[in-house]
């Protein structure tokens, strides 16, 4: 009994220390001079960056930073399918962009990309 006693009292003074705003709901830490847009987003992460280079990415927050930065000619879905991301299309056999060339004697795939006009 004296433990509920105690989690109640401690349920009260902490309800009783947040703050209200003028509706009497809890605050949400802003102030009228920093009014919440959609102008910017917020990314919350355990772990600093090391850096943008993607050939050295080590650390996952690097990764997922650099996903968002940096687009690539392709990319994976949900569903595990190549998709298109920078490219009009991936190169395949099927498609003829995709061919076996001999080069310096040895048979070796050849692909060619076409970027998308409004890529950037």
Do not use: H
Not at 36 to 56: D, R, W
Not at 67 to 89: C, F, V
Request: with cysteine; hydrophobic share 40%.
């Amino acid at each position: 009994m004296k433990k509920l006693s105690f989690v109640l009292a401690a349920a009260f003074m902490i309800t009783a220390c947040t703050k209200k705003d003028s509706t009497g709901a809890p605050s949400t830490g802003v102030t009228s001079s920093s009014k919440l847009s959609n102008n910017e987003l917020k990314i919350g992460i355990s772990q600093e960056f090391e850096n943008f280079n993607p050939l050295i990415q080590n650390m996952m927050a690097t990764t997922y930073m650099s996903r968002m930065a940096i687009r690539t000619l392709s990319t994976i879905n949900a569903d595990g399918k190549w998709i298109p991301q920078l490219a009009k299309e991936i190169p395949s056999f099927e498609n003829k962009k995709a061919v076996v060339k001999k080069v310096n004697g040895k048979d070796r795939v050849v692909a060619e990309w076409e970027i998308l006009d409004n890529a950037s």
